[in-house]
Every structure is written in C-alpha cells, then in structure tokens.
C-alpha cells in the first residue's frame, strides 16, 4: 500500500473504531443519555434539528467572519501604519501590545453594553480575538526584511513604494497568514463566547438551550458543527495562502490568545 | 589615467555603549579602471565596513572616497553588489530576481530583460529562468546573484566574501566563472575574502588588512599570468603570494582566522 492512501484510510478507520468503541461502552456501562449519549443519538438530533443547526450556524459564522473579515482590514492597515510611523510605533502600539496580553473574550459583557445586544456586539468580539494576531504577525513579516535587500535598493534609487510593494509586502505574506489562520479560528470562538453572554440566535446561543434541557446529543451535535466551521474556514485560508504565496509553506507564527 | 577610486585616510568608529571600536583606522589607496582587486584580512577587521563605505552606503568617520573624480556622499549610482548569502526574493523567479534592480532604478524593461537573457546564459543557468530560489543549489543561487548585480551594466562590482558558504569545488568553479565575466565586461571589481588562494588566484592586487584596529597592512600585486588556471595554483609563484599574505596576516595578528586553503 502507498503511503499517500493509508494517510487516508488510517485516520477513517481510526474514527470509525473511536465510534464503534463509544457505541457499544455507552450500551454495556449504561451511562444515561444526558452524561453521554450514543453516536446514534447526535446522528438523530442532526437529522432531526438540522434547519434550526443551520439558520443558527449562519449567524454564527456571519459574526465570526464579519469579525475576522474585520481584523484582516484594519489589522493589516494598522500594521502597516506602525511599521512606517515612529509616532504610531511609539505611541499606539504599546497600547495594543497591553491589549494583547488582556483576555480579549473578557471584553463581551462590556461590548453588551457599548454596541448593544444584537449581531454587532458579537462582531466586535470576533474583531477583537482576531485582531491581534493578525497585526502582531503582520508587523513581523514587514520588518523581518534582510538588510542586504535595502541596500540593493538603497544602490538603485528605488522608491519608498516599491520597496513596500517588491519587499516589505511579499516577505510579510507568510507571517500574515500564520496570523490569519490564528485568527480565523479564534473569530469564532470570539463570536460563541460573545453570544454565552448575550444572545438570542447563534450556535453559542443555541448549545446553551441545549444544555438547559439536557440535550447533550444536540449539544454534541452542536460543538461538532462548530468545528467543522472552523476547519472549512481554516481550510479556506489555507486555499488563499497557496494561491497568493505558494513560497510560504511554514513560518513560525506568533500565537493568538482569546 | 587618474584612478577610478581613491580612498583617502577613510577611518570608521562605532560605538556601542560604552566601549569604541576601531573598525577601520586610516585607510589610503587607489584603484584603476578595470582592476581586480581583493581584501583580506581576519573576521572583524572591517572588510565589509570598507566596501560599505565606498560604496557611499555607511559615511566614513573621517577621510573621504572618490569615486570618478567625485566625493562619494551617497549611495553610489553605477555599482552592483553580491552578498555573502544570494539573498533573493523567494517570491520571484531567476529572471525576475535579476530584474529587481531594474525595476528599482525604473530602467527600460524589455532591454534589460534582453541583458538578464543574456547574462543567465554567460553563467550556465540557461533553462533556468523560470525557476524559483527553493529549486535551485547553492551555487546557482549565487550565479543568479551575480546576473543581479550585473544586470545594470555597473562599472564597479562589489562582492562581499560571494562564495565563502559554497563548497571548495563550486567556488572554484564560480571563481572562474567570475574571471571569465570580468574579462569579457571590464568590470572593476573589489572582493572580500576570508581565503588567501582565492585572492591570490583573482586579483591583480591584493590589499591584506589586520584586524581591531582595521588597518591596511600591505598592497601586493600578483604577478601571474592571465586568464588565469586553477593549474596556476600549483606553480612556486603562486605558493609564495600566498605563503607572504600568510607571514603578513600572523604578523599583523588574528591570522587564526583566516583559512588558508580555497575549501574556506
């Protein structure tokens, strides 16, 4: 067998026993369904509740990605702004490095009260979880240049804005997106915990009533969405990436926090 | 003739809190039009410094540089520059690495890249050009570096210790390689080096500096015959150029640090 098909096969395999497994501990033990129920059960309530899933997951991913899309447009333009700006390097970013170390997530039952109870306070989280790691990585990338590349322009009279175009941007390309995917994934987090606060709509909104009612097979069925949410956003990044720079295989990241 | 380069009592101080250091303490000579000229000296005795300074990228601390008649005060216009490392850009190919300083110096396009044409085929990277960075060895990393610094016609090459992370067989390869465009372009060329076979091997002169304080210790001329061979490197002449850099650089101290042979 080649390898490339057993990378396949091996992690199907492995679930299905991890699911089988579940199956049949939860029939012999006997664990009551609203510990534990079985696989079976969340395959019902997916069936079962998949309209309401889907009308909450939209939400859901229309706060998380408004956030993100957010963080990406004045993350990479505040990012730029402190890398040629003294002033804002000396002032502003400081700030944002404070920012960075707080618990972003912390900011929800505020954010209630500044923006309001609707899909724009759960937004604003999103925006701020991937906010950081999207200007922290960025900022990175644009002055992590070598210096003899400078030099070459110094020699050769080339522009501000060509340097910014044919150096600083390009080799800052694999920073950002280490720092995008952080984001991406942390947007919905930001967003689910935003709605724990306050919400009525939304898949964080949506696993508590759950839990209220002890539907822990909905519930379940609920966080597994939500991961196959981030995965595809994950994954949708990682599409852009190869496109946009195909040279950026791996670059440490500066991690994101939430 | 008047030479093309004059370095004129050129010193260079740098301080880092409190302790000073002499990176280069009085350095007088000239250079003609289309001479190949290396240095070498111990690491730390400010090589780099001084191309750094002729090439108006660093002011000096004191004493002035000349070049064409005219004080240098800014980056030089006419010169190319290759690096210890290719550092190219990972996001273009051969060709368009090499027109990068084109494109900085807003030059016409579609003849240089004609030039770019030209010069990936002089160095035996023909086939090549597509190519990105990550595909190519060491050694054509650095062929790709020297179409770089070429691709603008300059009159003056500088090279920073170019082949000094290559191995023994492709340096001297790319050793010959470098002669061979220097005859054929007039080129004036000055290249730093840590080894004293290869500077022996290129240069018409050699300038061989001592290190902390950075001085100039001594201007030879190796008087072999050109183009030159790597069968030269056997002849008696040859042997004594380099056993004399060698008493010159244990004399002047720090000759630990220099490698003698050309697997530096």
């Known amino acids: 067998m080649k390898p490339s098909t057993s990378n396949i096969i091996e992690p199907i395999l492995f679930f299905l026993a991890l699911l089988i497994l579940w199956e049949i501990l939860v029939e012999v033990i006997k664990v009551p369904a609203f510990i534990l129920p079985p696989p079976r ?4 309530a997916f069936i079962g509740k998949l309209p309401i899933l889907g009308h909450h997951a939209l939400i859901t991913f229309i706060e998380a990605f408004g956030g993100f899309a957010l963080s990406l447009l004045l993350g990479i333009g505040f990012a730029i702004a402190v890398v040629y700006s003294r002033h804002l390097n000396n002032t502003v970013y400081p700030l944002i490095v404070i920012l960075y170390a707080m618990p972003k997530s912390a900011f929800a039952p505020l954010m209630v009260i500044w923006v309001g109870y609707g899909l724009f306070s759960k937004i604003a989280i999103a925006f701020l979880v991937a906010f950081f790691p999207v200007v922290v990585n960025t900022v990175v990338g644009l002055k992590e240049v070598e210096p003899e590349l400078l030099e070459l322009a110094r020699i050769n009279r080339g522009s501000q804005f060509d340097v910014f175009k044919k150096i600083r941007l390009p080799n800052s390309l694999p920073y950002m997106f280490a720092g995008i995917k952080v984001a991406i994934v942390l947007s919905v987090t930001g967003a689910i915990v935003a709605e724990f606060v306050a919400a009525n709509e939304g898949l964080g909104y949506l696993v508590l009533q759950a839990n209220y009612s002890l539907d822990t097979a909905f519930a379940l069925v609920i966080l597994l969405t939500l991961a196959v ?7 949708l990044v990682e599409i852009v990436q190869r496109k946009l720079a195909p040279w950026s295989a791996a670059v440490r990241q500066v991690e994101g926090s939430f | 003739m008047p030479p093309l380069i004059v370095v004129d009592n050129v010193s260079r101080v740098f301080t880092s809190g409190a302790r000073i250091v002499n990176a280069l303490e009085r350095i007088s000579f000239e250079i003609q039009t289309g001479e190949f000229i290396s240095i070498v000296g111990p690491s730390g005795c ?3 410094t001084l191309l750094k300074i002729i090439s108006g990228l660093l002011p000096a601390s004191s004493g002035k540089v000349a070049v064409n008649g005219d004080l240098v005060i800014n980056p030089l216009e006419n010169v190319g520059m290759v690096f210890q490392a290719p550092v190219l ?6 060709l368009g690495n090499i027109l990068l300083p084109v494109e900085f110096a807003k030059l016409d396009l579609p003849s240089h890249v004609e030039k770019a044409r030209a010069l990936i085929k002089l160095v035996g990277l023909e086939g090549f050009e597509e190519m990105y960075p990550h595909e190519l060895s060491g050694g054509m990393q650095q062929r790709t570096s020297l179409c770089r610094a070429l691709v603008t016609d300059p009159q003056l090459l500088l090279m920073d210790e170019p ?6 067989m492709t340096r001297d390869e790319l050793d010959l390689e470098l002669l061979r465009l220097w005859e054929e372009k007039k080129k004036t060329v000055i290249f730093v080096t840590h080894s004293i076979q290869e500077a022996v091997f290129l240069s018409d002169h050699v300038f061989v500096m001592s290190a902390r304080p950075g001085r100039l210790l001594e201007m030879l001329s190796m008087d072999l015959p050109r183009p030159r061979t790597l069968e030269m490197m056997s002849s008696p002449k040859f042997g004594e150029y380099t056993l004399k850099i060698r008493g010159l ?3 002047g101290g720090g000759a630990t640090e220099v490698i003698a042979g050309s697997t530096a």
């Open chain 2, 163 to 168: 082949f000094g992370a290559l191995d023994a």
């Open chain 1, 229 to 235: 949410l981030s995965l595809g956003l994950f994954w």
């Open chain 2, 89 to 94: 850009l990972k996001w273009r190919s051969v």
């Open chain 2, 46 to 48: 400010g090589k780099s």
């Open chain 2, 249 to 251: 650089l244990s004399a």
């Open chain 1, 41 to 44: 059960d969340l395959w019902l």
